[in-house]
């Protein structure tokens, strides 16, 4: 998908969780850039059998010393100028945070270019599941740097510290929380039966909508900021990337839930990271001007 010039920065550093079995954190981002073509370094900050929501399962956090260390060897690596991105996901504990963006910091001085999207995972619509410094540093520490942000729509009311009622609220929390670009998920649909992604950026706001699929397995959000990166990487526009990015995680959804399975099938399904078929309904939406906000 993107050009094949010899030097031309390539690689994607992924900071998020590792699963034994499953499609969740690392092991749905870094097949989906793999699949579309982006060679990977996978950094995990905690590993598990498999997502808790299956059940009990065993927490692996690397030692903070030793993950710092280690964030420390990339920022240092002698092929630091092979990244074109950076994508934070699960964090294991709030101290990694700095890690990240000490190592985002060093990515941008090696290549002023390179996109830091930041996925703040931190809650769903029960509220936070991980302890309140670590949203704290989430939203304090790695989403200022961020060029991309991702959070769900709940996660979006935790960082702005306001229940989002409607559409509009959701844009106006959108472009005060951060970074440019904010792409959340979950977000109001305009049609009945519906779930949207919507995109604001300094100019615009976007909202591409899909069928709701009940009880939908863990990992879209892992998808859906790994394929958004890789849309951007490759020269789409905006709403190029946010179109075929819905498209692609609708569709892996929509024929995983059909065969009844509890986790992603990305393998099963890669060819729609590539070639999505699924309909998406793309809307330019009214977007609020900032000094009409309080």
């Not at 010039?5 to 097949?31: D, E, K, L, M």
């Not at 498999?50 to 010393?65: K, Q």
């Not at 260390?69 to 920022?75: F, G, P, R, V």
Request: proline residues 7%; glycine residues 8%.
């Amino acid at each position: 998908m993107t050009s094949e010039i010899a030097g031309t920065p390539r690689a994607v550093i992924v900071v998020s969780s590792h699963v034994a079995r499953g499609s969740v954190g690392n092991r749905a981002a870094v097949f989906a850039l793999e699949t579309l073509g982006y060679p990977v370094w996978a950094v995990p900050t905690v590993i598990l059998p498999w997502h808790p929501g299956h059940g009990r399962a065993t927490r692996i956090v690397p030692d903070p010393e030793q993950f710092a260390a280690l964030m420390k060897d990339l920022e240092n690596a002698p092929w630091l100028g092979e990244v074109a991105g950076v994508l934070s996901g699960y964090l294991g504990d709030a101290g990694q945070a700095a890690a990240v963006a000490s190592l985002v910091k060093a990515v941008r001085a090696k290549n002023p270019g390179a996109l830091y999207v930041c996925d703040p995972v931190m809650g769903d619509l029960g509220g936070l599941y991980v302890p309140e410094a670590l949203a704290v540093a989430l939203r304090d520490m790695l989403l200022p740097l961020a060029d991309i942000a991702t959070p769900n729509r709940y996660e979006l009311e935790w960082i702005v510290g306001e229940k989002l009622a409607d559409q509009r609220a959701v844009m106006e929390a959108a472009m005060r929380a951060g970074p440019p670009n904010m792409l959340v998920t979950s977000a109001p649909a305009m049609m009945a039966g519906s779930t949207g992604n919507l995109l604001v950026t300094p100019t615009a706001a976007l909202l591409a909508e899909h069928r709701t699929v009940p009880r939908p397995p863990n990992g879209l959000g892992d998808l859906t900021g790994a394929v958004f990166l890789a849309r951007l990487l490759s020269g789409q526009t905006m709403e190029a990337a946010l179109q075929s990015t819905t498209a692609s995680v609708f569709e892996i959804l929509a024929r995983t839930s059909k065969r009844g399975g509890d986790e992603l099938q990305l393998a099963t399904d890669a060819q729609s990271l590539s070639h999505p078929m699924a309909m998406v309904h793309l809307s330019r939406l009214l977007r609020p001007e900032r000094n009409k906000r309080a």
